[in-house]
């Protein structure tokens, strides 16, 4: 049957597959590789499929239903995220009326809060991993039948069992990018146009924040081998004109044995593509941080969060996630000659003005090549979102609520010492604390200068960081 996959119209840039479902002050746009995985599983089941990501085509919800229209889907796949489902919602019901195509939601927000999501206008959840889900449910001749899905039927709520995780993870085809638009990918800090690579998912660690472990990949890790992450490069290579790649892993240096066999296999296999990862400050040392740059990696976007000790053990980034040994990761790093990107958060249980700006402080003395300051978001199904709830430190009226008018991540909770208002003033801060620096200013221009690719993405985010800084 004909299925389509859908990451809906929003506002500009907007990445509902992120870890902050927000459009950032400093300008991205990102596959919506998950829903490549699924439109991948389909084609290869024999069905006739269409990925469509509307915000990366710039098309509007009209220009998205005649798409849908002129292909005549049975189901319609459709992404989603707790900023946007009550947009989602509405285009859902409009998607049934004019197409009669059956609704199918994925993401975090769906997997959370199914029900107040079905009730948004979607006819099924998948919840959880989906890959599998979707042919599954095209197949079925009676939905009860059907593991990790939930969906109404009359005035009852139907929640079948969550479906298993994948074991094997080398089992599932390459994403179907072929239907996107792979060079309206980009990042300031990447070589674009880029896209993603999964070398595996879950993650072992237990933050309180982070959607993804605890509501879709697990609290565990799933390799895919190095054999099949090499061989997926090397296609990408042959067939696409990216000029690099994210492995969009939580950590892809989880585990030291991995990561080694993988940068050693891409230096034997001659891979030769610029690569990015996300690193945590407890899963690197010298060695892994060599082998990385041998095999290719020049960017690491690392989780430092807090300049706070307290705060780290507030969030549960584990007990060796400390800032001495954050200072030691960033030496590794940099001695490696790998660029290093920090992100920190504000907001975590315990945070005061004054831990803010010993975070800032921090950020300052690390002096990293990138920085990205956001308020924490607490999303439907985290431990962090129900710690706030309990405690009445919630103040939203809806989802739509948690981004503001221009698109950025806002506050939607404030403790009794610390207010949204000057969570809001204290990230605008910290931009220009860090950026403004006269230090910085010249690294940067000596950065830019010898690297053409990057000044010019350096322009398109400079321009929206000013403006938010600005505000």
Not at 156 to 168: C, E, S, Y
Not at 211 to 238: C, D
Not at 303 to 309: H, K, M
């Amino acid at each position: 049957m004909n299925i389509a996959f859908l990451n809906p119209p929003f506002r500009g840039t907007f990445n509902r597959e992120v870890r902050f479902q927000a459009v950032s002050p400093q300008k991205a746009l990102h596959p919506p590789i998950m829903l490549g995985y699924a439109t991948a599983v389909c084609r290869d089941a024999g069905h006739k499929v269409d990925l469509i990501d509307s915000p990366a085509l710039e098309i509007n919800a009209e220009e998205t239903m005649a798409r849908l229209m002129k292909f005549k889907p049975a189901y319609v796949v459709m992404l989603t995220s707790t900023a946007s489902v009550i947009s989602d919602g509405k285009l859902a019901k409009e998607i049934a009326k004019k197409t009669g195509a059956k609704t199918i939601v994925v993401g975090n927000h769906a997997t959370a809060v199914p029900e107040d999501t079905i009730e948004r206008g979607f006819d099924i959840v998948a919840r959880g991993e989906y890959d599998l889900t979707i042919n599954k449910i095209a197949n079925a001749k009676n939905f009860e039948t059907v593991e990790g899905i939930s969906f109404k039927k009359g005035k009852r709520f139907i929640h079948n069992k969550h479906a298993p995780l994948i074991k094997n993870l080398d089992d599932l085809p390459f994403p179907a990018i072929e239907f996107l638009p792979n060079d309206q990918y980009y990042s300031a800090i990447y070589k674009n146009p880029f896209t993603f690579v999964l070398a595996g998912r879950g993650c072992p660690h237990q933050c309180i924040y982070c959607a993804g472990p605890q509501l879709m990949s697990g609290r565990g890790y799933r390799f895919r081998s190095p054999e099949n992450i090499v061989k997926e490069l090397k296609h990408l290579k042959k067939n696409y004109k990216f000029k690099s790649v994210l492995f969009n892993d939580d950590t892809l240096n989880v585990n030291k044995k991995h990561i080694l066999e993988l940068c050693d296999l891409m230096v034997k296999e001659k891979v030769n593509m610029p690569w990015g990862a996300y690193s945590r400050v407890d899963s690197v040392d010298r060695e892994i941080a060599q082998a990385m740059k041998k095999a290719g990696c020049f960017l690491v976007k690392v989780g430092y969060e807090s300049g706070s000790d307290e705060l780290l053990k507030s969030m549960k980034k584990g007990a060796r996630a400390t800032t001495d040994k954050a200072r030691e990761a960033t030496k590794h790093f940099k001695e490696a000659g790998i660029q290093i990107h920090g992100t920190f958060v504000f907001g975590m249980p315990g945070e005061t003005v004054e831990t803010i700006k010993k975070t800032i402080n921090f950020a300052k003395e690390l002096d990293l090549d990138f920085v990205q300051f956001s308020v924490a978001q607490p999303y439907p199904g985290t431990e962090f979102y129900k710690y706030l709830e309990d405690k009445g430190y919630l103040h939203f009226k809806d989802w739509a609520d948690y981004l503001d008018n221009c698109g950025c991540i806002k506050p939607i909770f404030e403790y009794p010492n610390l207010s949204m208002k000057e969570m809001e003033h204290w990230i605008r801060q910290a931009y220009r604390e860090y950026y403004l620096r006269p230090h910085y200013i010249l690294k940067a221009l000596k950065q830019r200068l010898t690297n053409w690719n990057l000044m010019k993405t350096s322009f398109r985010s400079a321009k929206s960081l000013i403006q938010y800084i600005r505000a």
